[in-house]
Structures are given as C-alpha cells and as structure tokens.
C-alpha cells in the first residue's frame, strides 16, 4: 500500500521560496504518476505539477516558478516553490496515481502572507 507524507509548508511572505516534501512508503516512482495538488478554501483542488516517466507538467499559474522533482534513492517527492504569491496559499497534497488507484497524502499548509 502506498503512504505519502508532506511535509514544508509554512508561511511565507510574497516573493519567498518554500520546498515542499513527500516521503513516499516505497520505491513506487517507477509505478505511478506523482503529482502536487492544490486546495484553497471554497475552492476545487486542482493539479500543480506531475511528474512521470515522460517528463514534467505544470498548471499556467505556477509555470516558471514551481519545480517539481523526485529523488529515487530517498523515495521522496519535492515541489520548489519561488516568488511565491498570496494567490498560491492553499493545503498542499501528494498524490500517486495508476489507474484505477490514485493515494494522497494529508497535506501541508502553505500559506504567502506580508
């Protein structure tokens, strides 16, 4: 069974930089599709990033700021968050996804506030 566990969320001001990480329970990179997703209040959670064997996507919103990456060795998702804004505070999730599965984890508060 797949655990996710997020961790680095924080507050930060606009323009600051935050690393989020996922420790994954598993060398399970080569199986799933890994994804940050994000949820603000009143809103849909919806995709930041994947990350799969063909490469690397991004929402238009965070495109240029946000990197997504994963380290096998470790069995860990990251997501690099630059020049951060107040519009990217939301509870941040990862998921992993092979159809018809598709595990999350708890989530971590990123909040970009002055």
């Known amino acids: 069974q797949v655990q996710l566990v997020e961790s680095g969320g924080g507050l930060v001001q606009p323009g600051g930089s935050l690393r989020l990480s996922c420790a994954a329970s598993?060398?399970?990179?080569?199986?799933?599709?890994m994804g940050w997703y994000r949820q603000a209040p009143g809103e849909q959670r919806e995709l930041v990033a994947i990350?799969?064997?063909?490469?690397?996507n991004y929402a238009d919103s965070v495109k240029g700021r946000f990197t997504i990456s994963n380290d096998n060795a470790k069995n860990t998702l990251y997501l690099q968050m630059n020049s951060l804004k107040p519009e990217d505070t939301a509870v941040y999730y990862c998921c992993a996804e092979r159809f018809p599965d598709k595990y999350w984890g708890h989530g971590t508060q990123v909040t970009v506030s002055s």
């Open positions: 990350i799969t064997s063909a490469g690397t």
């Open positions: 598993g060398s399970i990179f080569s199986i799933y599709a």
